[in-house]
């Protein structure tokens, strides 16, 4: 059974920061492309950070510089530190997983990637 568990949401003021974990379960977790997506209330869902098999990442530039994507094989895990938080980057964060997928492959939108979380809520308050 697929299980993406997103973990570390929460409140926080302008300017600070906050580390969200994924724990990934029940699929070749190393073969797999990661992202982030958020969704915030009556928008659409949008990427965040990707990380291919091979570790290079990519960012949507309203968080380039302020977010790092990063993931650990050997736990199964992908983690989201976002410092600097704006108000405007509160949402649902959502963790996915490509499945089986090239190297170097860097998956930006959604229908590239088959498995996804639950989502945790962050709150950036001004």
């Known amino acids: 059974q697929v299980q993406l568990v997103e973990s570390g949401g929460g409140l926080v003021q302008a300017g600070g920061s906050l580390s969200l974990s994924c724990a990934a379960s029940?699929?070749?977790?190393?073969?797999?492309?990661l992202g982030w997506f958020r969704q915030a209330p009556g928008k659409e869902r949008e990427s965040v950070a990707g990380?291919?098999?091979?570790?290079?990442?990519r960012y949507r530039g309203a968080v380039e510089g302020r977010f790092t994507i990063s993931r650990d094989n050997a736990k199964n895990m992908v983690y989201l530190q976002m410092n600097s938080l704006k108000p405007e980057d509160t949402a649902v964060y959502y963790c996915?997983?490509?499945?089986?997928?090239?190297?170097?492959?860097?998956?930006?939108?959604?229908?590239?990637?088959?498995?996804w979380g639950q989502g945790t809520q962050v709150t950036v308050s001004s």
């Open positions: 996915a997983a490509s499945g089986p997928t090239g190297w170097t492959t860097l998956a930006s939108y959604s229908y590239e990637y088959k498995y």
């Open positions: 029940g699929f070749t977790f190393s073969g797999s492309a």
């Open positions: 990380i291919s098999r091979s570790g290079r990442t």
